[in-house]
């Protein structure tokens, strides 16, 4: 069956320090490869989208690398901050089903002062 | 307001009973989405609408759910007979035409059911 997993509930790190975040998918053949921030209380909020011919996206001090051989996308925050504290959710475009995200279930990021 | 827009942001309401949730696309989005989320998990999908196209509603977890969309505006998810664990955030998401765009999220409405 299909599976998307975020390698952990949750992340714990000091801020300044560089945030490494991992969706790891089975199953699969996505065309693309989205993240997403969602604070608490709130919608999810776009961040990047990677394609599958793709291997690495920047955007500011996110860099995201999709890997579809490990069928993995790897999701970096450098220079980490406290206002970076949120949960981060992947979700993948299936080449096969138009317009449809399946999401993970999310990694919830705090960056201590 | 430029956003997508929900009401009500919160619905208590006792089993058994109908409620009807309403989302408000960003102007111009043609596709509209819907998807559940309870509390501590991911995002789960219900229903997709692409212009006047056929929905996809693959997501939808039982025939008590139903969604309508009126053209290219407003949608509503209908579910009948409540359930608790119908008890969830429900997020109405809009996105343009384009195939992978990003989608926009709107704030959701709490359903709880007692």
């Known amino acids: 069956s299909q599976k998307i997993e975020q390698n952990s509930e949750a992340l714990n790190i000091q801020e300044g320090k560089t945030a490494t975040l991992t969706c790891n998918y089975t199953n699969y053949s996505p065309a693309y490869l989205q993240w997403y921030r969602q604070d608490p209380g709130r919608g999810p909020v776009f961040l990047l989208l990677i394609r599958e011919n793709e291997k690495e996206k920047r955007k500011e001090r996110l860099k995201v690398t999709f890997d579809t051989t490990l069928k993995q996308s790897l999701f970096h925050i450098t220079a980490s901050q406290p206002a970076d504290s949120a949960t981060y959710l992947c979700a993948l475009l299936s080449g096969t089903s138009y317009g449809k995200l399946t999401f993970g279930q999310g990694t919830i990021l705090t960056v201590h002062p | 307001g430029a956003g997508v827009s929900q009401s009500p942001s919160n619905k208590v309401t006792e089993k058994g009973k109908d409620v009807e949730l309403r989302c408000d696309p960003i102007?111009?989005?043609?596709?509209l989405y819907w998807y559940r989320q309870r509390l501590g998990q991911g995002l789960e999908f219900l229903i997709y609408?692409?212009?006047?196209?056929?929905?996809?509603k693959s997501g939808l977890p039982s025939d008590r759910f139903s969604a309508e969309r009126t053209g290219e505006s407003v949608s509503t998810l209908t579910i009948q007979r409540t359930q608790q664990e119908d008890s969830a955030v429900y997020l109405c998401?809009?996105?343009?035409?384009?195939?992978?765009?990003?989608?926009?999220f709107g704030p959701g409405t709490r359903l709880t059911v007692l």
């Open positions: 102007s111009g989005h043609t596709a």
């Open positions: 998401a809009s996105s343009t035409h384009a195939v992978g765009d990003e989608q926009f």
């Open positions: 609408f692409q212009g006047n196209s056929a929905p996809d």
